[in-house]
């Protein structure tokens, strides 16, 4: 009895395992075609990522502004609007901003407007690779009485190097300052003397040295 009943049974259970593999490769069949599509969902939205973003950005920004290279922060740059390209370059660049404002310095020569970024793409182009220099000059033929301080006498010999270093930089200066080293600025260098000569007279006669000395031999004096 118990025999026949196991017979008829079996037809009934392979049946139902034959239902269960039947949905299971259905299953299986199913989640290879999702995945299938989600892959290439993916792919083609890292396509039109990619055409996005050479449309909305013309190259890559140079090094030193590396940390703004992303469609997000495009703002952070350009105002948007008006069909005019407008920049926000001294909204960020304040070392140069209170130096317009002052009218003092080399930027302050070329009759920039205070508050106005617009003149600032003339010199120093964006866009244009990682490595692509942002200031470009000939140093040998720079007229330094632009930046408002003539070199005259014994200045006028010496490299660049031995005035515009970290340890000349005035204290009140470092903050705004955006270089993280400061050996590579040419800002912050106070004009007075004792910036870079050591006052023997340790502040008892003045600050004008040129009462007694002259740019052409420190040592020698008037008195």
């Not at 999702?34 to 090094?63: D, E, K, N, T, W």
């Not at 244009?128 to 000939?138: A, E, M, T, Y």
């Not at 300052?177 to 590579?184: A, G, M, Q, V």
Request: aromatic letters at 6%; proline letters at 3%; hydrophobic letters at 30%.
């Amino acid at each position: 009895m118990h025999g026949k009943q196991e017979a008829g049974q079996l037809p009934i259970q392979r049946g139902i395992l034959a239902s269960y593999r039947g949905k299971g490769s259905q299953i299986a069949t199913n989640l290879s075609v999702i995945f299938r599509r989600s892959l290439l969902a993916l792919i083609f939205l890292c396509l039109v990522a990619g055409v996005a973003r050479s449309q909305i950005s013309p190259g890559p920004l140079s090094r030193a502004h590396q940390y703004l290279d992303s469609a997000t922060q495009c703002t952070a740059c350009h105002k948007l609007g008006g069909g005019q390209a407008v920049f926000k370059c001294l909204d960020c660049h304040d070392e140069i901003a209170s130096r317009l404002r002052a009218a003092r310095g080399l930027h302050a020569s070329y009759h920039i407007n205070p508050g106005s970024s617009q003149e600032c793409v003339r010199c120093h182009s964006e866009h244009n690779g990682v490595d692509f220099p942002l200031i470009k000059w000939d140093i040998k033929s720079f007229d330094h009485k632009q930046t408002g301080y003539a070199l005259e006498g014994k200045h006028t010999g010496l490299a660049c190097n031995r005035c515009h270093t970290a340890q000349h930089v005035s204290q009140s200066e470092r903050e705004n300052i955006k270089f993280k080293d400061l050996n590579k600025t040419f800002l912050g260098i106070p004009t007075a003397c004792v910036a870079c000569h050591q006052d023997k007279h340790e502040g008892r006669l003045g600050q004008n040295c040129l009462q007694c000395h002259n740019y052409n031999d420190w040592k020698i004096t008037s008195g």
